[in-house]
Nanobody
Framework: QVQLAESGGGLVQAGESLRLSCAAS????????MGWFRQAPGKEREFVAT????????YYAGSVKGRFTISRDNAKNTVYLHMNSLTPEDTAVYYC???????????????WGQGTQVTVSS
């Protein structure tokens, strides 16, 4: 079992950057693909990015491609989401999740963190 804890959210202005972190417990972190999802008020949870176990593959939602970068450090049991050029449309609760592969569908992820709020003001 994997326990996940996100951090790094906050309030920023449009155009600024933010880095989210997700720390995982347990010794099996490197066996999981990791993903980031987000959920805005009144909307469904949506895929943001995913990275494979050894970071050889990464996939992004079209809305964040070129602005966001997902990375991981298996030695630190941590996955990151670097977010640049933020816009108010990026405002949401951001969740990290663990899965067997680099899925884009939320239901295929086995473990979830509690989420961290990101608010982008215009």
């Amino acid at each position: 079992q994997v326990q996940l804890a996100e951090s790094g959210g906050g309030l920023v202005q449009a155009g600024e950057s933010l880095r989210l972190s997700c720390a995982a417990s347990g010794r099996t972190f490197s066996t999981y693909a990791m993903g980031w999802f987000r959920q805005a008020p009144g909307k469904e949870r949506e895929f943001v990015a995913t990275v494979s176990q050894r970071a050889l593959s990464r996939y992004y939602a079209g809305s964040v491609k070129g602005r966001f970068t997902i990375s991981r450090d298996n030695a630190k049991n941590t996955v990151y989401l670097h977010m640049n050029s933020l816009t108010p449309e990026d405002t949401a609760v951001y969740y990290c999740a663990a899965a067997s592969s680099t899925w884009t569908e939320a239901y295929k992820y086995d473990y979830w963190g509690q989420g961290t709020q990101v608010t982008v003001s215009s």
